[in-house]
């Protein structure tokens, strides 16, 4: 596991979505922990049970969507078991959310400075005047240009990469512990993706917030996480040090997902598709395509530890020191 | 499986053929403006998404258009297909301005000119089956009888990776991959000679993405087709396409081999946009955890920057010497060429490849420990 002390720990976490004829496992047995100061990369494709997983932490798992066990503990609590009053006043504070689509997830109809004033005002009983100062105090933080006269504008006049700055800020006004950004530069232009990155990184390293960062994009993991978690079919595949797991990736799918995102001169795609949720293989839900199955792979993988690293599968592509 | 890049690369360099045919594509100093809503009551605000592009698209040639949101290149694409038709300059098919086509000429252009959308659900009509679906260019061409169309169909639901089995399916019933696959198999019932495709996989997954870059380069080499690939994700680009063309407002700023432009970017945006592909690649090497950003955004088309269209963001620009600065505000660079036959659009291009490369190995190693 992590050097550092951990923050919140996630343990055994299960998101079954319930459906008409049966109860379907999204999210089965993840585990992990954040460390102080740590960024987690969390990488997977849709349907992997990434977001379902991040929003879990939150409390906002809703319908048809449900929590059937696990703990998240942060701060010597279950959130899992937090009333709603008692998780509000952890949600914003304590840890922060930041969104894939600002446009959103930013209420249309309030200016920016209301929106941000607001979240101040509740969590800290600021007064208005020290709230205003504050929100202008973290749209600088941000980058946010001219800051001080555009309280006052609304989230349609500006540019996706200034309304996901809003986000950030709004995220960071309360000083969280922690911050979970699920997809936070998907809906952005390339340039635009490296700004809110390199912001994120710089923000992270200043204010010495933990982050956990939702990613299908194996580039952006690479860029900011120092550990990482790899998803597929709503398990967690391999766990490990961010460079140690890119460079050197054990699982076959953590393997097969590399390969397809570098996209060099000879593409060797993996064939197949993700597995639905109706009809999730009994062992690893990676079987099915992968290339080094055998029979053993139809029943529950037990986890290998080796390293700082943990891999769900028993035919690993590399162990240990190679 | 497929024939090695170098290879091709080698032989359309060396035998000069493919500068000697026509292009079968081409655009010369296209502009399109749009009249922005609520602006241009007295002859006012006017949106110049297309800015004097020209361009040429020559038999089996693989061109890349890369560009951010708003960089024009939807825009080029749907002129291209006279989907939109230019304010001012020409696009041409086989040297005949496709302006000018009355109903069986255009019938004719589409024959050999089709398109790949981004969308897979909203580009396939929800109540044909995928065999009605690809029957139907077949005979809107008069293609065939209908033993053969079925035939024809069969062949490419197997090229494309689909069975046969799936022909009486809707496409309500795929997934976002196989939709692709369909309208790819669509896109060449006719067998066309360009295809062009906008943002072909950038509503895919990682896994399923691959996949069909794969599917597209190896249909590309089997039949010689032309692509005209638009993509904001230069890793497409990079792997599908010969040839770029880099945009920014409506603009080329540069155009040449992908390989030597990827590598070695003459203009400063290029630079910029190279220095800001996050792939697992560089990132796992470089842990300097260093982007090269840029700073602002990318101006609106109702309000371009005078001179350069990049200036106020450009990073060499500040290195410059005053009175080069100035030039870049008042001047408006052309696309001109440079030694090694690509053409870049800045003034002082030869600074930017004299500069170091955005990943030249001295930035690993000092940010390595």
């Known amino acids: ?322 | 499986m497929h024939p090695p890049r170098e290879h091709r690369i080698l032989v359309s360099t060396s035998t000069p053929m493919s500068a000697t045919a026509p292009p079968v594509l081409s655009l010369n100093a296209v502009s399109k403006d749009f009249h922005a809503r609520g602006y241009g009551r007295h002859g006012g605000d006017v949106l110049r998404a297309i800015d004097g592009v020209s361009l040429e698209l020559r038999d089996s040639q693989t061109l890349g258009v890369v560009g951010e949101s708003g960089s024009g290149k939807s825009t080029l694409a749907k002129l291209l297909v006279r989907l939109e038709r230019p304010t001012s300059g020409e696009v041409s098919f086989m040297k005949n301005s496709i302006a000018s086509f009355d109903a069986p000429g255009l019938k004719m252009f589409r024959r050999h000119v089709q398109m790949v959308f981004q969308d897979p659900y909203s580009s396939l009509p929800s109540r044909m089956s995928i065999r009605q679906i690809l029957t139907e260019p077949l005979i809107i061409h008069q293609i065939g009888d209908q033993a053969s169309r079925l035939e024809r169909v069969r062949e490419l639901v197997d090229q494309v990776g689909l069975r046969s089995s799936d022909l009486k399916r809707y496409p309500h019933e795929f997934s976002g991959g196989q939709r692709q696959r369909i309208a790819i198999a669509r896109a060449l019932m006719i067998d066309p000679r360009v295809v062009i495709c906008d943002e072909p996989v950038s509503a895919l997954d990682v896994s399923i993405r691959a996949q069909i870059l794969k599917l597209l380069h190896d249909l590309q080499a089997d039949r010689a087709l032309g692509y005209l690939v638009i993509s904001h994700d230069l890793r497409v680009v990079r792997y599908l396409c010969e040839d770029v063309a880099v945009m920014y407002l409506g603009r080329i700023v540069e155009q040449g081999r992908t390989a030597g432009v990827l590598e070695r970017p003459a203009h400063p945006y290029t630079r910029a946009l190279v220095g800001s592909v996050l792939d697992p690649e560089m990132a796992t090497v470089a842990k300097t955890r260093r982007l090269s950003v840029l700073s602002g955004q990318i101006p609106s088309p109702l309000d371009r920057p005078q001179g350069c269209h990049f200036h106020p963001r450009c990073p060499l620009r500040s290195k410059l010497a005053e009175a080069d600065q100035a030039r870049c505000v008042t001047e408006r660079p052309g696309l001109r060429a440079l030694p090694d036959g690509r053409h870049a659009a800045c003034h002082y291009a030869e600074k930017v490849l004299e500069h170091d490369r955005p990943h030249a190995p001295t930035d690993v190693v000092a940010g390595a420990g």
């Open chain 1, 1 to 322: 596991m992590s050097d550092r002390q951990p923050v919140l720990e996630v343990r055994d976490l299960a998101i079954d979505i319930h459906s008409t004829r049966s109860d379907l496992a999204a999210v089965r047995g993840v585990s992990f922990s954040v460390g102080d100061g740590e960024c987690l990369g969390i990488v997977g494709e849709s349907g992997s049970g990434k977001s379902l997983t991040c929003r879990a932490l939150l409390g906002l798992t809703r319908a048809p969507a449900r929590v059937r066990g696990g703990e998240v503990l942060f701060g010597g609590r279950d959130l899992l078991q937090l009333g709603a009053k008692e998780l509000n006043e952890v949600r914003g504070a304590q840890i922060a959310m930041v969104f894939q689509d600002p446009l959103s997830s930013l209420n249309p109809l309030w200016s920016i400075g209301v929106q941000l004033t607001d979240v101040i005002r509740r969590h800290t009983g600021a007064s208005r005047a020290e709230a205003r100062a504050r929100a202008i105090e973290c749209l600088e933080e941000v980058g946010f240009p001219a800051a001080r006269d555009r309280l006052k504008t609304y989230p349609f006049e500006l540019s996706g990469g200034l309304r996901q700055r809003v986000m950030i800020a709004m995220a960071l006004a309360c000083k969280p512990c922690v911050v979970v950004a699920d997809e936070p530069t998907s809906a952005l232009d390339v340039s635009v993706q490296a700004q809110i990155l390199d912001l994120l990184h710089q923000l992270k390293a200043a204010a010495g917030f933990s982050l956990i960062l939702v990613t299908h994009d194996v580039g952006v993991g690479a860029f900011l996480a120092d550990r990482v978690l790899i998803m597929y079919g709503g398990q967690v595949m391999e766990a490990g040090g961010a460079y140690d797991v890119l460079n050197r990736p054990s699982h076959p799918y953590s393997h097969a997902l590399l390969e397809c995102s570098v996209a060099h001169e000879d593409l060797r795609p993996v064939a197949g598709f993700p597995p639905s949720l109706e009809d999730m293989p009994s062992g690893c839900p990676f079987e099915p395509r992968c290339a080094r199955s055998s029979r053993g792979c139809t029943e529950p993988v037990p986890v290998t530890r080796f390293d700082d690293r943990s891999v769900a599968c028993i035919h690993p592509v590399s162990t240990g020191y190679s």
